[in-house]
């Protein structure tokens, strides 16, 4: 058993297979019987669990609160805002009935066609509609804003094709929507939720992020400014991770919601959005697990630390239990999640290896002959090194463990970044360099039509002009025209 | 505006008026645009978040783990639990179509009919279905059993006579469903879990309930036997405020779920489901509000204590926020929630009526005067009641008074309980005490006939067979026949 289930694609030999058997085996998620829709299997929600708590406590932290709107919403919502629209009422769910009756043949229940509904409500794809008709009752004067409210929730596109967690047709995710008096306030708290985004990659996720603002062409539809965070993934391609909307007045005067102002004088409201979804377990799995399984970095990992015994009988077990009880109460006191595994209906060696693919951290083994010499078997699930510690003090070298794991785990994803990431200056380089995997930074002329080019020869597409990026002028890869900075360019998830 | 705020209709003279209006005016929720559907605003919504925090707390000491299943089922499962397509698959929302276009007369968006799906997919009413179709695939031996699995989800019913919280076409809850090996280990899960709602009413909600058994007519579309909690509003209605249901092998049967047991035969999987909703938040609000608003028990409002500040200048403000915040540093070292309401745009009395209306436990007053006399004003919210007390070592009493008034709601609504419990053996004296409004024990023949029949005459409904309830057989108040023991009549919500 402990072979089998070790016995699966190699990252180098089929990468995308790869992280379709480690999100089955490592017990993740699975397809559901509905098209296009997973199930998050308990491990697999405890991450995310983890990843919610934390936004949520730094969301909150700067002001947000949390309410809840409606799963569906009007169709005729969906088409006040013009380019919101386009961008989001073609492939989605349609409710147009709301009864079902048995089926006059006796074997089942059919649609009631006397219950059809005046007008059809859809499953929503993003609660920017139905949220901004809202807001025009919550919002009267200067001194109801900045109005700050996220939504943790379901959310539902018809993709053609998924991917569990990269892209699925329902998924779970947070959005964010905040009201404000002035352009400058929105546009502020607009780099301030990508900024709190890219903290939360770096310190929790241990992955490296690359904050940038999208092309005219990748924009969200109705905003006028959509900041991203993009991460690269191990086959070097880019996991668009999260983002950040400045919405100008588009849905403010789509859904007429006007504030009275300090002078005032009725002015519409500026308005942003922001969200991460379950992609970001996606991105988790593809940053640092290995051919071996999951690996996690313990800031998430659900389970950080495993201690399996080995024991012959009742009465070696209970001599082993005696020694880490104790240390087990130690490492929760210490706030360290902690499973001792005295099952005996699995044998040791089936432990290791679900452990392994599971990503737990920190693995320790403790038998008769440890017992004995006082120390205790050690894995690190991030460079598989095993040691052999001194029991005593062992809580201690622990704690210190799990954040050298999370320290190296970030450091490695930086370095391959760093790696993967080429400079280039003429076009046939850059095809070269998106063959073989990675960001290109090249400059673009700052053209759709441009970019466009670019993606139907190579695949690549321009992931965001960075933040913090070189500035230096240059001329086009493609067409010779004038760029004003470099850009980055990836295949994509 | 304190005044008007304060301008509602009263309990006493028309009580379901009173919620409608308690329920806005306290900022916990609103109609939305779409038939049945509330928004559920920030404050409301963070009652909410506390009840879920305590409640998944409950469940996981008890070894329940999350996971999240699809939003959306097949037609064709519901129909697989003969009784359970007759309970839920009739008034459902039901998606047909995965794509709008662009209406050919240029006004907006029309359903595409091109996309129309093969098998119709309903928002879920409930999850076993879908749940017992996947646990097909987890489940093969004793070793997978128990299996404890919980959702956090939005449900859909088309309900058509809504008021918030209480009856609502989408509403939040959380669904529980467990596998066992055995009848018996099943019966026990399906008990502790109706305890577990039960203590978590008293204990937090400050609200008593009454565990008993549905009658077979209100049993579960599917179940053996539903035990429920009903707790009593100050109107003498009854309100079901969780059910925990034992289903047998009905499910197993259903999806084919087996697993080999430990004598290596193969046997069907027991199961039991159990959940509570936002509905809760209704019997919150009609438990313990009075005609000034909303009263919160202490362990559930997101704000404990607030302080407001009585001044006539900056100096005076700042000589007032020197003495509070840190008193507002310690509160919160105890772990109690507090605000201090220095914002300079509102009135002292506006925020009092404020406050008031919003159920905060504990309010505290300090101007001029109370600093040169080191005391400060005290409001208790359950009882309206105002002290003066000294200033120094006000966090300790502030302590103990939380804890007071949390028990004094509870006592209180015991008390009213207690108060309107009636217990009849006649049938005039049954309708009699129906009229007035409150609990009536009787007895009851134990048909479904009989039951159908008192609805009819009194519009009360068999809310349970308590199960610590007096076991004195009698004869049936209706029919006369014998009746082992007396069971609870109610009108409900």
Not at 266 to 294: F, Q
Not at 375 to 386: F, G, H, I, Q, S
Not at 417 to 435: A, G, P
Request: with cysteine.
């Amino acid at each position: 058993m402990a072979k089998e289930l070790k016995n699966f694609t190699k990252r180098a030999d089929n990468y995308s297979q790869w992280y379709n058997e480690l999100v089955v085996k490592a017990d993740l998620a699975e397809q559901s019987a509905v098209r296009g829709c997973m199930v998050i299997k308990p491990y697999g929600y405890a991450i995310w669990e983890k990843m919610q708590q934390t936004l949520d406590k730094m969301f909150k932290e700067t002001g947000v609160q949390n309410a809840y709107f409606p799963l569906l919403i009007p169709k005729s919502f969906l088409c006040r805002e013009a380019e919101h629209v386009e961008g989001f009422a073609k492939e989605c769910a349609v409710v147009t009935h709301y009864r079902l009756k048995n089926d006059p043949d006796g074997t089942g229940v059919i649609v009631d066609p006397a219950a059809k509904l005046e007008e059809e409500l859809i499953i929503r794809p993003t609660s920017e509609t139905i949220i901004w008709g809202t807001y025009k009752n919550w919002i009267h004067s200067w001194r109801d804003l900045p109005l700050l409210c996220n939504q943790w929730a379901n959310v539902m596109r018809w993709e053609m094709r998924t991917r569990m967690f990269l892209r699925t047709a329902e998924f779970l995710w947070q959005e964010g929507h905040c009201a404000h008096a002035t352009a400058e306030e929105s546009e502020a708290r607009t780099v301030q939720m990508i900024n709190l985004y890219a903290e939360f990659c770096e310190k929790y996720m241990a992955m490296p992020v690359i904050i940038g603002v999208k092309s005219a062409n990748e924009r969200f539809a109705g905003a006028l400014n959509t900041y991203t965070i993009e991460a690269m993934m191990q086959d070097g391609k880019a996991l668009q991770s999260g983002t950040s909307h400045n919405l100008g007045q588009n849905f403010a005067k789509a859904f007429d919601v006007t504030f009275v102002n300090k002078e005032n004088k009725p002015e519409y409201v500026w308005a942003n959005s922001w969200g991460v979804s379950t992609r970001l377990m996606g991105a988790l799995i593809m940053t640092h697990s290995d051919d071996n399984g999951l690996v996690l970095p313990p800031h998430l990992a659900p389970i950080q630390v495993v201690i399996v015994p080995i024991y012959k009988d009742k009465a070696g077990l209970d001599a082993i239990s005696e020694k880490v009880l104790p240390l087990v109460d130690e490492l929760k006191r210490m706030g360290i999640s902690v499973k001792y595994d005295d099952a005996d209906n699995k044998r040791p060696g089936f432990k290791f290896a679900d452990y392994e693919i599971k990503g737990v951290p920190v693995r320790l083994a403790i038998g008769a002959r440890d017992l004995e010499e006082g120390t205790v078997e050690l894995m690190r699930r991030d460079t598989l090194e095993k040691e052999s510690c001194k029991f005593e003090g062992i809580a201690g070298h622990i704690a210190s463990l799990l954040e050298d794991i999370q320290r190296n785990l970030l450091d490695k994803a930086k370095k391959r970044r760093e790696e993967m990431t080429y400079t280039v200056d003429s076009y046939d380089e850059f095809k070269e360099k998106i063959e073989k995997g990675g960001f290109v930074l090249a400059h673009w002329d700052g053209t759709t039509e441009t970019e466009e080019k670019i993606k139907e020869d190579t695949k690549a597409t321009l992931r965001c002009i960075p933040l913090d990026g070189d500035t230096t002028p240059g001329v086009c890869v493609l067409t010779g025209k004038p760029s004003k900075q470099r850009v980055i360019f990836a295949r994509n998830y």
